[in-house]
């Protein structure tokens, strides 16, 4: 069986705010297969989000979109499944909103998305960027620690799901 891959997952500020909204991308997340491995609820900080979004410095849309992120609050999710970035780049649709709304009116961003920038959630794109993102936002997480210590237990499917923290735990 393929060792598991991780992803970072972001569920935005203003899906949070609704929480119907919220409740159904969390029972597509849990539907889809996929292990939450970590989870938190926080204000993405400034520094956190020019640091995330560095890539698009210079872009017209940057202040815009590190404006948003760091507007309310955000979950973000370590995710845990073979082919997590494929499958949850997948079930989140394009980027933009327009098009998952005429393309692929099913997907989270088709369902929920508002618009380029409220576009309901971020997923990783490579296995590089995933290890990248997870460390802006878990620090403390170390990926190969996880994959020695952990990933095991998730991948032949001893955890138990803690509804309450939106959270799958190693039964260790």
Known sequence: ?????????????????N??????????????????????????LLDEAELFYEEHKHKFFYNRLVTFMTSGESDLHILAKENAIKDWRALMGPTKVYKAQFEAPNTI???????????????????????REIKIFFPEFNCEEWLLKE????????????NNEFLHKADC
Do not use: C, W
């Open 19 to 44: 929480p119907i909204s919220l409740e159904a991308i969390r029972k597509i997340i849990i539907s889809s297969n996929f292990k939450i491995v970590r989870s938190k609820r926080k204000r993405i």
């Open 1 to 17: 069986m393929p060792v598991l891959q991780l992803t970072l997952a972001i569920i935005k500020p203003h899906i949070i705010k």
């Open 151 to 162: 990933e095991p237990h998730f991948r032949t499917g001893q955890v138990k799901f803690l």
């Open 109 to 131: 961003r088709g369902l929920y998305g508002l618009s380029d920038t409220r576009n309901a959630t971020h997923g990783s794109d490579s296995p590089e960027t995933a290890q």
